[in-house]
DNA sequence: CCATTTATGCAACTTAGGTTGCAAAGCTAG
DNA sequence: CTAGCTTTGCAACCTAAGTTGCATAAATGG
């Protein structure tokens, strides 16, 4: 189904795409009280020290979470995709704390969003609901763990490449285009640095440097 | 009540020490099926790749979780007391994966052993149940994130006056004993690197260094 | 008490990565 | 087409942290 069809049809729509995960009445629930929002590319979505008001479902597209520190410092998380939602703000919801994180969307998506009053109501009520998010708990601090693994164990070139791949997988494309600065932004580095190890993979045959583009000849 | 107590009546125990976020009816049937197990200061109680058959919950004591790459190369993630559960553990008991974490324990510690089975039952069954575990995955996310900020935004000596008052805090005692070989191993770093940088620490008057002994004056 | 092990200190050196400053190349809007 | 902005390249330099090798010093066990 696409997003034509989804202003054209709601109902079908979202049973299409949840019901693999939620169940029936779950989805009727949801059909009603939440609603959709369009984002595009590169648009923030959240801030670090947000208020939440709603849960954010991934329907389409992909969304880049990142940390921020006080000195604007930032550094890539991990990903959201379709299907999935944001553990980080899972909790805000429950505890009511502000967010800890930055969401920006990655490419034009489209994001359900379910009033975090309704996660603790349906939390006892529905066991799918339940499972998904246990799911989504264990999702995100398998992710944090990779990326903890990546910042403590790998070289900023190994990261750099791992980083390209897995831009390249989510998007679904071998072009990625960044600039060398939003890749240093995304990986806490300096462009200068970045600039230097891309050049090294360019001669060492792996990537394809062009202006706001790296192009990977495989994944 | 004490750890002497619990062998007396493990009844009236259990029950002291969940009642505060268990509900009665649960932490009887806790009661009925787990097994308490004692583990000794620096026991190595869960390593890498070995497979799971019980929830532990930390009853007293505090247990350090760390991670492990293939060269062997460690880091520190958090820790867990009294009170706490392990959320990495909880994953690999949802979905029967293998550990990906190490556990130590820090002191003389005492663990409630739920078998994995209960996991999902008691999670559709008691609220209380839901709420610790949820509790329990917010905690170690804010906490895992506290580590992602700590390596990629601190430098080694900042990282190493926290990692001495965390454990000054968590032990209840200024005097740290490790040796400088075991503090490298936990900050991922080398032993030469934290002798100099402790001896830095000394020349500023944080902490006094004795043979396997770390003194802080204040936390 | 001595021999061995374990812990710490010290010096010299290497390296990954960050910084600064500037030049050149590519875009873009008037 | 030109002026100005953005992006990338390049060189020189700096620093935190890791490495190697060896010298002490403290504990430990016979």
New binding site residues.
Partial sequence: MTRTQLKENKHDYLHDALSYVLEGPLIDEIIKISQVKEVFADEIILNVGDSMQYIPIVLEGSIKISRENDEGDELLLYYIEGGDTCAMTLQCCVRHTLSEIKATSMEDSLLLMIPIEMMETWMNKYRSWREFILQSYHTRLTELMETVDAIAF??????LLKYLTDQAKLLGSLEIQ???????ED?????????????QL?IKGKIK??????ILDSI
């Fill in positions: 790998m070289r900023l070139d190994e990261r960044h600039t060398h600065q939003q890749i240093a990986l806490h580095s300096s462009r200068v640095v970045i600039s230097r190890l891309l050049k360019e440097i062009q202006r706001n583009k790296i």
